[in-house]
């Protein structure tokens, strides 16, 4: 009950719907599928008010594991998100260059940018 | 070579370093360590020139699992950062509740969050 309390009052919203896409990409068609990631993923941020924020990374050592932060305004903004043409688009174009995703609910705990 | 002019394309800076790190917490000192975790993010990015930015996240259906991606100016400001005394009091507060810590160093593709 305390973690519960903790975590509300420290969450950004509590409608926020946040995810973790562990994405392994086939090595030979990364620099494709980085390409297809940042197409749809600009699209998203530009379109879509639900879409809040991505953070998307590669491991250095094993550039074809790809880790991406997703944040959307609640679960109904995720639901629309991947009814777009851009996420469609996305989706068919790296559905043979993707080798393992897995998908994790997360709960925030703390998100902070430095204030420039 | 390609992915490599591509990385370089799209790093907010060069010099950035940074990492994701996976913490299992002991479930019965859960909310002492998200306390601990806090009080280490909020000291360090406000006094560490060279701390830019962390997304701590819990996964939703487990809790104990921690994930954090953590941005430094540089490797020499992460240097600087583990010397500090908030972060060497947050390690000596969670030695006894972290089970597993796994770090991993990580590369940019894209981090945006929407402008307001």
Chains 1, 2 share one sequence.
């Not at 594991?65 to 991947?82: F, G, M, N, Q, W």
Request: no cysteine.
């Amino acid at each position: 009950m305390m973690t519960l309390t903790l975590q509300n009052s420290i969450a950004q919203n509590e409608t926020t719907y946040m995810r973790i896409a562990k994405i392994t990409v086939d090595s030979v068609k990364l620099n494709d599928y980085l390409i297809a990631l940042k197409t749809q993923m600009q699209s998203a941020l530009k379109y879509e008010k639900g879409v809040l924020a991505y953070s998307a990374v590669q491991d250095k050592n094993n550039p074809n594991k790809i880790t991406i932060l997703e944040t959307y305004a609640s679960v109904p903004a995720y639901e629309s998100h991947i009814q777009t043409d851009h996420f469609n688009k996305y989706k068919t174009t790296v559905a043979d260059m993707v080798k393992e995703l897995e998908l994790t609910d997360v709960i925030p705990i703390s998100i902070k940018t430095k204030q420039k």
